[in-house]
């Protein structure tokens, strides 16, 4: 089956948005973040001199394994499938509480808790945007394909 055969989908059916193509960029690079942020610490924790070995090795594992959930939801919002807005929105939403600690600090922590603020709350808005949403074929409750 060519192309042109295919119905319509949302993949095919017109060029993506702006804002779902920045979703997708900022959610990739939060899965990025943490990705080596897991890599760096578990590298320390092998290769360094812990209090806790085996927690920094536990510490560095998990944030890897987290940071397949932005990367898979990025995949998803630059392929514009539905699923995707869901992972992102959670990520976002585990970042916000992050920011907030990192803010609390007196350290060099700060300036990390702005731009992960500010990528969270970015990202939020993005994803809920209308034309996000109607990019990704979601429809809001009662809106069926067949109802007007």
Known sequence: MTKEQNPATPETAEPR????TYAAVLTALEGVGLAVGG?????????????DRQQAVTLGVTLVALALLPLLAA???FGRRSWSRGPSII????????????LQA??????????????AIATLVLLVNPA?????GIRGPGNTPDQK
Request: hydrophobic letters at 55%.
């Open 75 to 77: 995949r998803g919002l």
């Open 39 to 51: 890599v760096w610490v578990l590298v320390l924790g092998l290769a360094g001199d812990p209090d």
């Open 91 to 102: 990520t976002q939403i585990l970042a916000l509480p992050v920011a907030y600690s990192l």
């Open 106 to 119: 007196d350290s060099i922590a700060i300036p990390a808790g702005i731009v992960i603020a500010a990528s």
């Open 132 to 136: 996000t949403t109607e990019a990704l």
């Open 17 to 20: 948005p702006r804002r779902l």
